[in-house]
């Protein structure tokens, strides 16, 4: 099978619209992904931050990926989180979730995110990689989130992926690109590790992080799943994927004026993205309730701010 490659661009870190009972609600899903899909290079399922993974057992995930899978039909790839809390559990959540790909003969592209030292150290990852690829059908893309590991449990000694390991990691075909969180130098030391594979993506997977330094890849977007149109603008200017746009009058102050936007709708669920964001698509009748799993800090504001933000400024 020939390795399917990563997309650039935006890459919509999508909730998952739950019902209160905690099923998956399949009509809020329907109508959330009818508003980003048209916007999105890719999207990311089950994340460990605005997908709630770590909250979602092995039915709902299933549940997720199908009712995902059916309404995107190849539309835009489909990344999913799949990581968990050892490798025999990662590996069985991967076979699952294949075998429900396989059955459905889905034909658009996917792609596992996998964050590695959620369950497993440095030392042997090349091994585990190697192991896990050669039995497994899609590709794979890494989540280094340093926040993530250290809520663990029991965190690790290190809550990156060493250099090294990346580099050696660069070498199997199957892992295609990283999303990464962290500092500027270490991103940049990342860049270099991995410059003996032109097509391997490095996603930023901070939104703040990408407004000031984006990347050549591209964004993993919480605000786009309220703000889908406006964030693909600013990501695909800041890309250079808008080439014939650049022509208009007042390009540059268009794309200035998106972007301060963007920080100040930031600034408003920065403290608590999940909840408020959940909160905002339901005052604005896109998901059918706020529920959220055991892993999200629940948001009890009446009024929620975020809504009322986007009402005004008639974003879309």
Same mark, same amino acid.
């Given at each position: 099978?020939?390795?399917?490659?990563?997309?650039?661009?935006?890459?919509?870190?999508?909730?998952?619209?739950?019902? &209160?009972?905690?099923?998956? $609600?399949? #009509? /809020?899903?329907?109508?959330?992904?009818?508003?980003?899909?048209?916007?999105?290079?890719? +999207?990311?399922?089950? =994340?460990?931050?605005?997908?709630?993974? %770590?909250?979602?057992?092995?039915?709902?995930? +299933? &549940?997720?990926?199908?009712?995902?899978?059916?309404?995107?039909?190849?539309?835009?790839?489909?990344?999913?989180?799949?990581? /968990? &809390?050892?490798?025999? =559990? *990662?590996?069985?959540?991967?076979?699952?979730?294949?075998?429900?790909? #396989?059955?459905?003969?889905?034909?658009?592209?996917?792609?596992?995110? @996998?964050?590695?030292?959620?369950?497993?150290?440095?030392?042997?990852?090349? $091994?585990?990689? %190697? &192991?896990?690829?050669?039995?497994?059908?899609?590709?794979?893309?890494?989540?280094? $989130?340093?926040?993530?590991?250290?809520?663990?449990? %029991?965190?690790?000694? %290190?809550?990156?992926?060493?250099?090294?390991?990346?580099?050696?990691?660069?070498?199997?075909?199957?892992? !295609? /690109?990283?999303?990464?969180?962290?500092?500027?130098?270490?991103?940049?030391?990342? !860049?270099?590790?991995?410059?003996?594979?032109? @097509?391997?993506?490095?996603?930023?997977?901070?939104?703040? /992080?990408?407004?000031?330094?984006?990347?050549?890849?591209?964004?993993?977007?919480? =605000?786009?799943?309220?703000?889908?149109?406006?964030?693909? *603008?600013?990501?695909?200017?800041?890309?250079?994927?808008?080439?014939?746009?650049?022509?208009?009058? $007042?390009?540059?102050?268009?794309?200035?004026?998106?972007?301060?936007?963007?920080?100040?709708?930031?600034?408003?669920?920065?403290?608590?993205?999940?909840?408020?964001?959940?909160?905002?698509?339901? @005052?604005?009748? +896109? +998901?059918?309730?706020?529920?959220?799993?055991?892993?999200?800090?629940?948001?009890?504001?009446?009024?929620?701010?975020?809504?009322?933000?986007?009402?005004?400024?008639?974003?879309?």
């Amino acid at each position: 099978m020939e390795v399917e490659r990563l997309p650039r661009g935006l890459i919509v870190d999508l909730i998952t619209p739950l019902e &209160d009972k905690g099923g998956i $609600d399949s #009509e /809020g899903l329907d109508t959330l992904l009818r508003k980003v899909l048209p916007y999105a290079d890719g +999207i990311l399922l089950a =994340g460990p931050q605005m997908g709630e993974g %770590r909250g979602l057992d092995m039915k709902s995930k +299933i &549940d997720l990926l199908e009712k995902a899978a059916t309404f995107i039909e190849g539309k835009a790839p489909i990344f999913f989180w799949m990581s /968990g &809390d050892s490798p025999e =559990g *990662t590996t069985q959540t991967v076979a699952r979730l294949e075998d429900l790909l #396989e059955s459905s003969s889905y034909r658009g592209m996917f792609f596992w995110l @996998d964050s590695p030292l959620f369950y497993h150290s440095n030392r042997g990852l090349y $091994d585990h990689y %190697r &192991d896990l690829t050669m039995n497994t059908r899609y590709p794979f893309v890494l989540y280094n $989130d340093p926040q993530l590991i250290k809520a663990r449990k %029991r965190p690790l000694k %290190r809550t990156n992926v060493r250099t090294k390991i990346l580099k050696d990691l660069s070498a199997i075909g199957k892992i !295609q /690109g990283l999303v990464f969180r962290g500092s500027l130098t270490r991103a940049n030391n990342y !860049q270099k590790a991995v410059n003996t594979r032109p @097509d391997f993506r490095i996603y930023d997977g901070e939104e703040a /992080g990408f407004l000031e330094h984006p990347s050549v890849s591209g964004v993993l977007s919480i =605000g786009a799943n309220v703000a889908p149109r406006v964030w693909s *603008t600013v990501t695909r200017a800041s890309l250079g994927m808008l080439k014939e746009d650049r022509e208009k009058p $007042d390009y540059l102050t268009q794309i200035w004026d998106m972007g301060k936007l963007l920080k100040d709708m930031m600034h408003i669920y920065s403290r608590s993205p999940v909840g408020i964001v959940k909160k905002a698509l339901f @005052d604005l009748n +896109i +998901i059918a309730s706020p529920a959220c799993t055991p892993v999200t800090e629940p948001v009890y504001e009446k009024n929620n701010l975020l809504a009322e933000f986007i009402s005004k400024h008639h974003i879309d």
